[in-house]
């Protein structure tokens, strides 16, 4: 699994540490980093980081990135871990088939992914 992170290494603006959804790792970009193949609703999030808290931002965004007006953003927690799944919101309600930024906030920075739920 560790070299689906190797990308890391070259930190950027989008993606200032390593992180992989659904198996995928996430390419850099601009404005957003982008994971390049559909993924499903419960799909592993993973997140290469030392922090103990790892916040992660899942708000809806339409087909040029925009946010959806009036959505609210799913929140996810990992604490003391790298590791969960994208139907572990706060809310406990499973993601809907759609484009998403997924914002990661750790270590002081925020990776910044495009990703599609299937």
Request: net charge neutral.
């Amino acid at each position: 699994m560790s070299a689906a992170f190797a990308y890391g290494l070259f930190a950027s603006d989008s993606l200032p540490f390593p992180v992989s959804i659904g198996g995928q790792a996430a390419k850099d970009g601009t404005p957003f980093a982008k994971i390049e193949n559909p993924v499903a609703a419960d799909a592993e999030l993973s997140v290469e980081s030392k922090d103990g808290m790892i916040i992660v931002n899942v708000n809806a965004v339409n087909a040029k990135s925009a946010p959806v007006p009036g959505s609210t953003p799913a929140v996810i927690l990992l604490q003391g871990k790298t590791k969960t799944n994208l139907d572990k919101t706060m809310d406990g309600k499973k993601l809907a088939a759609g484009n998403y930024v997924v914002s990661v906030v750790s270590e002081g920075k925020t990776a910044s992914i495009l990703v599609t739920i299937k």
